[in-house]
């Protein structure tokens, strides 16, 4: 079976950062496409990040400057660095990745999600 745990949420005060990560683990082959979402209350869930197994990235346009995503292969890990957070960024991230595991075809996968909030 593949799991993907986030950690790293949190509260903080508006202006802070925090670093969110998602590692896979199980039988897994390799890891595609990694991304990460939000849901704000009462809101759609929204694409926030995503990196190609190349090391390619695109953010949503309002984050731009302020998100960096990045992957670690070999921990099979994806981050999420924010910065310069306001109340608007307060939701549940959500990590995604595109895995191959060693058994079956490639499957997207979703973790359970770690709340961040920010306060004014």
């Known amino acids: 079976q593949v799991h993907l745990v986030e950690s790293g949420g949190g509260l903080v005060q508006a202006g802070g950062s925090l670093r969110l990560s998602c590692a896979a683990s199980?039988?897994?082959?390799?890891?595609?496409?990694m991304a990460w979402y939000r849901q704000a209350p009462g809101k759609q869930r929204e694409l926030v990040a995503r990196i190609t197994s190349g090391g390619s990235t695109n953010y949503a346009d309002s984050l731009k400057g302020r998100f960096t995503i990045s992957r670690d292969n070999a921990k099979n890990t994806v981050y999420l660095q924010m910065n310069t957070l306001t109340p608007e960024d307060t939701a549940v991230y959500y990590c995604?990745?595109?895995?191959?595991?060693?058994?079956?075809?490639?499957?997207?996968?979703w973790g359970k999600g770690t709340l961040v909030t920010v306060s004014s």
């Open positions: 995604n990745m595109v895995i191959v595991p060693r058994d079956y075809g490639a499957t997207g996968y």
């Open positions: 199980g039988s897994i082959l390799s890891i595609n496409t």
